[in-house]
């Protein structure tokens, strides 16, 4: 990747500020978790994977600026900022994984030592990082055999290398494609209202020598019906034990229309984004945004100020709309319920 979305840097966090492409390339130090938290609410880092990655370095960050070395005012001062990263964001499933993972090293940690509990959660963070790059090599390499030579590819939102700690998901499968040596060319959604897949995604398949065509999120059905698509394949921010998928708002009427015009409707992503614990998708919590995102258009106004805004982050795709769930593991199924349950086991 010719960018660096996300690493550990002279004892703070540095992370490419997404809401600043594809205009400016600019880094961000942040050495305070209260700022991280706010980063990750504004979107400078986002997308599942890389929160998750992001909240462990989080988690180093907090042990190095607690401002003591008495042990068990350091491990108390490290859970209120998991806390607080928590309440950042609350569909992405990865971000509630990375830092359950990071408690539990909190709380099993026996020496009095505090510099000793940073350099453990250190470790454990930048482990979380790079287990997330190999995830998503594994899923490329698993996904790039469904995609045909010269295949045309839609996709949603940022599912790459912007929004994991490795290569992405589903344009992980697109970049292993191409390092097969397949010609592939991406139709990107922009993905209202914040445009991630026109600031985002087209920006890293540009920078990545991936050819990349850009349509408004209304073009879809229309590119879809004139039989321009080989097939789709979108990222996920949380999957329930059934195979319902949260992802970026819009992913749904994609799916459906996939359905409609039999193309098959794929999802990329690694077991840290399944939730087994829900049921269906209908437990999935889905974020709500501010209004301002939908009544303005790159600081322009564009709505009266005065009315009414829903502005879900996220939607729901049932599995039935879902031809095969890409993973580390190989690609799951129908039934869903069954492929998953083995496939979880299985880690
Ligand atoms: O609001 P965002 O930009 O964080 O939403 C991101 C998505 O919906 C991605 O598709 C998802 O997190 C998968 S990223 C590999």
Redesign the pocket.
């Known amino acids: 990747m010719r960018f660096k979305t996300i690493e550990w840097k002279d004892n703070s966090i540095r992370i490419l500020d997404q809401t600043k492409l594809p205009k400016t390339e600019i880094y961000l130090k942040i050495n305070t978790v209260r700022r991280l938290a706010e980063s990750i609410k504004r ?1 400078s880092i ?6 998750g990655v992001a909240a462990g370095y989080g988690v180093a960050l907090s042990s190095l600026t607690s401002k003591t070395i008495d042990i068990k005012k350091t491990k108390k001062n490290i859970i209120k900022d998991i806390e607080m990263l928590q309440k950042t ?1 609350p569909t ?1 499933v990865n971000l509630f994984w990375a830092l359950n993972r990071m408690k539990k090293i909190v709380e099993d940690y026996k020496e009095r030592d505090a510099k000793g509990l940073h350099l453990t959660l250190l470790k454990e963070a930048k482990k979380i990082h790079s287990e997330d790059r190999e995830l998503c090599r594994k899923i490329g390499e698993n996904g790039a055999r469904l995609v045909p030579d010269k295949a045309n590819i839609m996709t ?5 290398a912007l ?2 700690g490795g290569w ?3 344009l992980g499968v697109i970049y292993a494609a191409k390092k097969m040596g397949k010609n592939v060319h991406v139709y990107a959604g922009e993905t209202r209202p ?1 445009l ?1 897949g026109a600031r985002l995604t087209t920006w890293e398949l540009q920078k990545n020598g991936i050819k990349v065509t850009l349509v408004v999120d209304s073009a879809r059905a229309s590119v879809i019906r004139q039989e321009r698509i080989d097939l789709i394949i ?4 949380r999957i329930a034990s059934n195979g319902d998928v949260a ?2 708002i819009g ?1 749904y009427p994609l799916a459906i229309l996939a359905k409609k015009h039999n193309v098959d409707f794929y999802v990329a ?1 690694p077991s840290t ?1 399944f939730d087994i614990s829900l049921k269906s998708g209908f437990e999935i919590p889905i974020e709500e945004r501010n209004a301002d995102e939908v009544k303005s258009f790159s600081g322009t106004k564009t709505a009266p100020t005065s009315v009414s805004v829903f502005n879900p ?2 939607d729901v795709t049932p599995n039935e709309l879902i031809k095969g769930i890409i993973t580390e593991n190989g690609i799951l199924r129908k039934p869903y319920m069954k492929s998953i349950r083995k496939y979880i086991k299985k880690i």
């Open positions: 979107l986002r997308g599942a994977p890389a929160i964001r992405a949603h939102c940022n599912a790459g929004a994991t992405g998901t589903a914040l991630q979108v990222g996920a921010d992802n970026k992913t992503a984004t982050a996220f």
